[in-house]
C-alpha cells in the first residue's frame, strides 16, 4: 500500500461518498480512501446498479451511476439551487433507450442522452474530489 495522498484543501475534509440510507458513507481525505471506497460501492452496485454521491467539505455533490457499463453524473451545487448539471455523453453511447439506477430505495431513470463511459464517469468524479469543480474533460448540459 503506498502513501495516502491527501485531497485536501486547507487541511478541511474533501469528500463523503455515500450509496446506502443505512449509512453515514465513507469519508475520502487522499486516493487510496477514494479507489477503497469506490471499489465498495461498484461491489454493491454489481448487484444493484446505484447512484452513489460524492458530497464535498463545501456541500457541492457530484452523483454517479455504478454498476452498468455506462454511467451519467449529476451536479447539485452546496446551495441546493439551480443551475444544476448533467454529463451529457457522446452519440455512440447516448442512442437508446433510458438508463436506470437504483437511488435510495427508489429507481431513477436518465435520459440516454446522459449517458457516458463508466471509466470516464468515475474519473471526472476523481477530479471532482480533488479540484473542487466539474471536470473540463466531460461534457456537461444544464438540467
Same mark, same amino acid.
Given at each position: 500500500?503506498?502513501? %495516502?495522498?491527501?485531497?485536501? #484543501?486547507?487541511?478541511?475534509? #474533501?469528500?463523503?461518498?455515500? &450509496? #446506502?440510507?443505512?449509512?453515514?458513507?465513507?469519508? *475520502?481525505?487522499?486516493?487510496?480512501?477514494?479507489?477503497?471506497?469506490?471499489?465498495?460501492?461498484?461491489?454493491? @452496485? @454489481?448487484?444493484? =446498479?446505484? !447512484? @452513489?454521491?460524492?458530497?464535498?467539505?463545501?456541500?457541492? %455533490?457530484?452523483?454517479?451511476?455504478?454498476?452498468?457499463? !455506462?454511467? *451519467?453524473?449529476s451536479?447539485?451545487?452546496?446551495?441546493?439551487?439551480?443551475?444544476?448539471?448533467?454529463?451529457?455523453? =457522446?452519440?455512440?453511447?447516448?442512442?437508446?433507450?433510458?438508463?436506470?439506477?437504483?437511488?435510495?430505495?427508489?429507481w431513477?431513470?436518465?435520459?440516454?442522452?446522459?449517458?457516458v =463511459?463508466?471509466?470516464?464517469? $468515475?474519473?471526472?468524479? #476523481?477530479?471532482?474530489?480533488?479540484?473542487?469543480?466539474?471536470?473540463?474533460?466531460?461534457? &456537461? $448540459?444544464? $438540467?
Open positions: 500500500m503506498g502513501p %495516502c495522498i491527501a485531497l485536501t #484543501r486547507g487541511g478541511r475534509l #474533501r469528500a463523503k461518498i455515500k &450509496w #446506502r440510507d443505512d449509512e453515514d458513507g465513507h469519508l *475520502v481525505t487522499c486516493d487510496e480512501e477514494f479507489r477503497h471506497a469506490f471499489a465498495e460501492a461498484e461491489q454493491d @452496485a @454489481a448487484r444493484l =446498479p446505484l !447512484i @452513489a454521491e460524492v458530497t464535498l467539505d463545501d456541500g457541492d %455533490c457530484l452523483s454517479i451511476g455504478l454498476g452498468r457499463e !455506462i454511467s *451519467v453524473l451536479y447539485v451545487g452546496a446551495s441546493k439551487m439551480p443551475p444544476y448539471f448533467s454529463s451529457q455523453g =457522446p452519440a455512440r453511447v447516448r442512442d437508446g433507450e433510458g438508463v436506470v439506477f437504483h437511488y435510495y430505495g427508489h431513477s431513470e436518465f435520459p440516454p442522452s446522459a449517458a =463511459p463508466t471509466a470516464e464517469a $468515475v474519473e471526472a468524479v #476523481r477530479y471532482f474530489c480533488e479540484h473542487g469543480k466539474l471536470s473540463p474533460l466531460m461534457n &456537461w $448540459v444544464e $438540467v
